[in-house]
């Protein structure tokens, strides 16, 4: 199993920033995509972005692009969200993803991101 650690999340402004890391550990040699979901209170979790580990394809929602860019750093298996022009409506808890052919999902704690107005 790959396990999933988050860290970045916090209060900031309307049009502020804000980055997240989570960093893979575990059985990470077969990482196939790594991705950022999220959900806000009393919605259902979306889906935010997400980042094949191979060639380092992106794609991203449409309530996000633009404004938030996904990368990778394959020497410390981990994936970074950087988060530009906040709206108040992208404060949920933003969870990390992982898929591994053959393990299967794995998906972190969660970490909040609260944007003010």
């Known amino acids: 199993q790959v396990q999933l650690v988050e860290s970045g999340g916090g209060l900031v402004q309307a049009g502020g920033f804000l980055r997240l890391s989570c960093a893979a550990s575990?059985?990470?040699?077969?990482?196939?995509?790594m991705a950022w979901h999220r959900q806000a209170p009393g919605k259902e979790r979306e889906f935010v972005a997400a980042i094949t580990w191979s060639d380092g394809g992106t794609v991203y929602a449409d309530s996000v692009k633009g404004r938030f860019t996904i990368s990778r750093d394959n020497a410390k298996n981990a994936v970074n969200l950087q988060m530009n022009s906040l709206k108040p409506e992208d404060t949920a808890i933003y969870y990390c993803y992982a898929f591994v052919p053959g393990q299967g999902n794995s998906w972190g704690q969660g970490t909040q991101v609260t944007v003010s107005s």
């Open positions: 575990g059985r990470t040699f077969s990482l196939h995509q």
